[in-house]
């Protein structure tokens, strides 16, 4: 089955300062890679997503970029803001797999810090 | 947010005691989903669903059994709780096949 590792496990950063976080996945059949940002005591959100067709993508102060020889991707959060502080997941699936859903592969999730 | 309610928010109850956690959806939406959350693991699929009464096993299935009568409900069963299914619940939904998931608040569990 797919494997992803997430790191850092946690990062700190200065407020405006730029974060980056890394995953790598094992199949490569995987297509579809999300992240998900976790505020305490809430269920993940999604915050950008990727499909394996297109190398980066953009919203606003965050972007997320795809490597799929190396079958890593990244999120990339510039000019960090204090409510950026959460757990952050990276994810990946398989779209268009038949037989039935799933679900996502996650990593083990960021603790990014925004030090004021 | 999405319209997913999970009930109840937090639980606790005696090691070999049967315990369900109910997922309700306001979304008409065809894939349903329950993972459990653990510091060091992240969040590990247990069981989902891709339509009324087809479910399928996830990564974690043992010890969970899972139901879907209807299109906005899933339920998950442990069927006798034990310590090492302390945890919190997540069910998530979606529209099309592992895309685009809508999280819920969550179910804390803790098993004594």
């Known amino acids: 089955g797919e494997n992803v590792e997430q790191h850092p496990s946690t990062l700190s950063v200065q407020e405006g300062d730029s974060a980056v976080i890394k995953c790598t996945y094992s199949?490569?059949?995987?297509?579809?890679f999300p992240w998900y940002k976790q505020e305490l005591g809430k269920g993940p959100q999604l915050i950008i997503d990727?499909?394996?067709?297109?190398g980066e993508k953009k919203d606003q102060r965050i972007a997320v970029t795809l490597n799929k020889t190396a079958k890593h991707f990244s999120l990339h959060i510039t000019e960090t803001q204090p409510e950026d502080s959460a757990v952050y997941f990276c994810?990946?699936?398989?779209?268009?797999?038949?037989?039935?859903?799933?679900?996502?592969?996650f990593g083990k999730g960021t603790h990014l810090i925004i030090q004021p | 947010d999405a319209g997913i309610t999970q009930s109840p928010r937090h639980k606790v109850t005696e090691t070999g005691t049967p315990v369900t956690l109910r997922c309700h959806q306001t979304?008409?939406?065809?894939?349903m989903y329950w993972y459990r959350q653990d510091p060091g693991h992240g969040l590990r699929l247990i069981h989902y669903?891709?339509?009324?009464?087809?479910?399928d096993k996830g990564e974690v299935s043992d010890g969970y059994s899972v139901s879907r009568s209807k299109t906005e409900d899933f339920l998950l069963t442990l069927e006798s709780a034990t310590s090492s299914q302390t945890s919190v619940y997540f069910c998530?939904?979606?529209?099309?096949?592992?895309?685009?998931?809508?999280f819920g608040q969550g179910t804390r569990l803790t098993v004594v």
């Open positions: 998530a939904i979606s529209t099309t096949e592992n895309t685009e998931a809508f």
């Open positions: 990727i499909r394996s067709n297109v």
């Open positions: 199949d490569s059949a995987s297509n579809y």
């Open positions: 994810a990946a699936s398989k779209l268009g797999s038949g037989g039935g859903a799933d679900g996502l592969t």
């Open positions: 979304e008409n939406h065809r894939y």
């Open positions: 669903s891709y339509g009324v009464k087809d479910t």
